[in-house]
Structures are given as structure tokens and as C-alpha cells.
């Protein structure tokens, strides 16, 4: 009788808004990948003789313009952790897309070396804001046998923009391709206007009418809902326990075992993900299967790898609420870590193995990445804490992911010369066999828990 009265009570409600304000929050990191993407279509015109910058650009000018975006996100991170905790996630949202808007705006107006150089150190900025608020906001908005699904959302909408600016960049001219990518943020600033405040800040902020009216839209229900009314119970609860604590800081989060060991747990997850090699094969893709004896058209390869990642973002998003965390996060380091021997296996067999093997190899690896190496973590660390600290710990947490990723790009290149291409790729696989073991050995399944459950299952261990 209990489980009838329950699915009853669910369909009285609906779950369409939830979908839209993720949606749209997430209208942000389509338009990080979308930034993330323009480097490579956009190579070949900023080296022409027709380039926007009236000169053409060097190999090393480029790349110090690539980088730039992975640099600034390292100190964009902690910037949008304070604004999330002092204004709000909407208006951390909305702060991330302003900047978007003004890197596209310089681009267009000042396409100088200059001129790009400052427009990727703005565009830097909100992508790491992306990673910690976006996360955070959706987990917030979203019930709980929904938070998975939405906050798979995270990396389909980044695999969308990549696969949007590759293919806009093979086909438009330059200036236009800068006119589309710029109508995306302003479109999620007008928008945002109107989403609700995360119910969480607003129980942080004692505005609890409004957190109860915000869970009443989100769930589809009245805001004298029982359901609705629990919700906001378990948010003052949070809120009480915190209170009880002399400062919210990182000494303090070091001192309660819970928070301690999700916090290690985060860090330990993150570096293997942001390390595990799959950052240096989208980048050196085509050198790679080009010394395993593979030969790729660009264009086959510039459109073939993000709709890998899309596809693996779409598997992602179909099992994250069947399958537990831990299973799909395991999982995907596995078939990673199998894939990466097979690559550097076929880099020191070269002309021995077939041709197919490698490229299989590869688009195994990124379906793995994008479906569970690279959005898992993030659902599993929002779920770990309370909102309390979730701001603060997802602030270092993103910052060291970011400068994680950066070294694995930086030291790739003289590792692959000092070591031998296959010997960087099967430390990349010994990475992944580790996240394997880390996820199965020591993470907590948060699939359905609550934060009182997962608090208590971190305190056991």
C-alpha cells in the first residue's frame, strides 16, 4: 500500500521543469565546448595567408592560444566557488555566460594574437565555473532518483558544442561561426532571468517560503506536499548541523572524517580521470594513428571523434539510473585501460597488427571517457556532500582537475620522446587499471542515497 500511495503521489507531480532549468543551466557547457573546439577547425584559417589576424599565425602562437583557456580556468574555479556561496548558482550561471558572450565579442571585434590571446584568458575563466557550478546547481534543482540523468548533461551539452563548432568550423567562415557561437550565451543570460534559485542557497539564506514554493514548481507539486515539505525538512536539518560548527573551512572539512574521506576520495577520482590519457588522444590523435600506420582524412577525423563522445554521453545518460555509480564508473576505466594497451601495443607492433585495431581501440577508449571517465566523478562528488561545503570542496577539487589535465597535456609530448609513444600509453592504461580499483574498493555508491546515508557510509569505512 505504501509503494502504491508513493507512485501515485510521483505521478501527481511531473519532472518537465527540472529538465528545462538543466537544460538550460547546461546551455553553458555547450558553450564551453563549443570554445573548446574552436582551436582546431579554426587552425588551418590562422595559419593561412587570409587569416582574421592579418599575419599568419606560428604552431607555437597557437598553441600558447589554446592553452590559455586550460591556465585560466586553474584560477576561475575558486572565483565562481565564492560567487555560488555569496550571490547564488543562478547568478553564477548567469556570470559564466556573460563572460562567454564578452571572449566571443573580443574575438569578433580585436582578431589580433593579442586579441585571441585575452579572449581565450576570458573564455578560461567561466570553464571552470562550468565544472563546479553547473554541477552543483543541477544536483540542487534536481529529486533524487533524478540527479543522475540531469547531471549527465554536464558532458553530452560539452560533446554537442565540440562536435557543433567542428563541423560549423569546416564549412563557415570565420566571422561567421563567431556570430552563431555568440547567440548561445546571451540566449542562457535572458533565460536564466527567469530560472529559480537553487532550494538549497535559499535554506542557507533563511528564505524558506521560497525554498518551498522553488521544490513545489520543480517537483510539480503543491507546496503543502508532504514530499515537498520533507525536502525542505532534510535542507534545515543540513543547515543545522552546519551551524553547529565553529567555520566552514578546509581545516574543517580535514577534521570531520566524512567530509576528510570524501574529500580524498574526490581528489584521488579526479587526478586519475583528469590523467588518464584520453585528453592527449583527442589532441595528437591523428600523429598517433599516423605512427601505428593508420591514415585518417582530417575531416573523417575531425567530425568522427566528438560523435564518439557524443555517443558514449548518450550511453551514459541511458544507464546512470539503472546501473550504480561505482558499476558504470569501474566499468569505463576498465574498457579504457584495455583499450590504451591495445594502442600502445599497436604502436610497438607497427605493420604487424591490422590497420582497424587501433582506430577501434581509440573510439573505445573515448565512448569510455565520455561515458563514464569523465561525468561520473562529477555526479558522485556532488552527491558526496552537503551543501554547505559542496561549493568550497568542488571550487579545489575543479581547479585541481584543471591543472591536472594541464600537465597531462604538458608533459605528454617529451614523455613520448624520452619513453617511446607506447610506453606514455601503457602508463595511461596503468592509470585507468587504478581508477578501476579506486572505484570499485573505496568509493560509496550515492545511486538513490541520501546525504545522511552516504555521510554515514563514509564514516564507516
Known sequence: ?????????????????????????????????????????????????????????????ISMIASMMCLSAIFGAFGYAYIADAYGRRVGVMSIALLQAISWIIKMCFPSKTGLLIARIVCGLPAGGCFNIIPMYVKEISQDDMRGILGSLLILMQNVGVLTMYAMGSYLEYQTVLRIALI?????????????????????????????????????LDMCDKEVQNEIISMRNEE????????????????????????????????ISACNGNFAIVTHAAAILSTSGVGVSPELQTLSFPAVLLLGSFLSMACVERVGRKVILSTAFLVAAVSLVTVASCLLLEGVVPVWL????????????????????????????????????????????????????????????????????????????????????????????????????????
Open 1 to 61: 500500500m505504501v509503494k502504491k500511495s508513493e507512485s501515485t503521489k510521483r505521478k501527481r507531480g511531473h519532472t518537465y521543469v527540472q529538465w528545462m532549468v538543466a537544460i538550460l543551466a547546461n546551455t553553458t557547457l555547450l558553450t564551453y565546448g563549443l570554445q573548446a573546439g574552436w582551436i582546431s577547425p579554426m587552425t588551418k584559417v590562422l595559419k593561412s595567408a587570409l587569416s582574421p589576424t592579418n599575419v599568419p599565425l606560428l604552431d607555437d602562437e
Open 184 to 220: 548561445v550565451p546571451i540566449v542562457t543570460i535572458v533565460f536564466m532571468l527567469k530560472a529559480p534559485e537553487s532550494p538549497a542557497f535559499l535554506v542557507k539564506k533563511g528564505m524558506y517560503e521560497e525554498a518551498i514554493s522553488t521544490v513545489a514548481l520543480l517537483r510539480g
Open 240 to 271: 543545522a548541523s552546519s551551524q553547529s560548527l565553529p567555520n566552514i573551512s578546509y581545516l574543517s572539512i580535514l577534521r570531520n572524517k566524512a567530509w576528510r574521506r570524501g574529500f580524498v576520495l574526490s581528489l584521488v577520482i579526479m587526478s
Open 358 to 461: 587501433p582506430i577501434l581501440a581509440i573510439i573505445l577508449s573515448l565512448c569510455a571517457y565520455a561515458a563514464g571517465v569523465s561525468p561520473i566523478p562529477y555526479i558522485i562528488i556532488t552527491e558526496m556532500f552537503n551543501f554547505q561545503i559542496r561549493a568550497k570542496v568542488l571550487g579545489f577539487v575543479v581547479t585541481y582537475s584543471w591543472f591536472m589535465s594541464f600537465v597531462q597535456l604538458a608533459a605528454f609530448a617529451p614523455m613520448s620522446t624520452a619513453l617511446g609513444t607506447h610506453w606514455t600509453f601503457y602508463m595511461f592504461a596503468g592509470i585507468n587499471l587504478l581508477g578501476a580499483v579506486v572505484s570499485l574498493v573505496f568509493l560509496p555508491e550515492t545511486k538513490g542515497k541520501s546525504i545522511e546515508d552516504i555521510d554515514l557510509m563514509l564514516r564507516k569505512k
